[in-house]
């Protein structure tokens, strides 16, 4: 890794933490709701992204600083287990395992599976 990507990395992670907390203000400021739906578009909107750029990298039409600065600055930035995991805990000690369940396993399943989808579309261009 060159001095260029590396600083180029270090910024694309600032920027996607700024747009992280950009996006989850403004999905707060419009759904109102117990469950953590700013970090849940967030994650999946993150893996969408994340396998997509990973996928036209496989095949050869990014480069792979490109994946670097983006998907490991960038949607590393912008992409948050730690917070899900927190507001996991949170549903969890306000006793609404329903969205507790829904939040831990299965915003897990749809990141993955649209990682995998869009890994696909990525690689198949």
Do not use: K
């Not at 306000?94 to 989808?117: C, K, P, S």
């Amino acid at each position: 890794m060159t001095p260029a990507v590396f600083a180029a990395l270090c910024v694309a992670g600032g920027v996607g933490a700024a747009l992280r907390f950009v996006v989850d203000g403004l999905v707060r400021s419009r759904v109102r709701s117990v469950f953590p739906w700013g970090t849940a578009i967030i994650n999946v909107s993150g893996s969408l992204l994340l396998g997509f750029l990973t996928g036209l990298t496989l095949h050869a039409l990014l480069p792979p600083p490109w994946v670097l600065v983006l998907g490991t600055g960038m949607m590393g930035g912008y992409t948050t287990f730690s917070t899900a995991s927190i507001e996991t805990m949170r549903l969890v000690q306000e006793r609404e395992y329903v969205m507790a369940a829904t939040n831990g396993f299965a915003v897990l399943i749809v990141t993955v599976a649209v990682g995998f989808g869009s890994l696909w579309v990525g690689s198949s261009l």
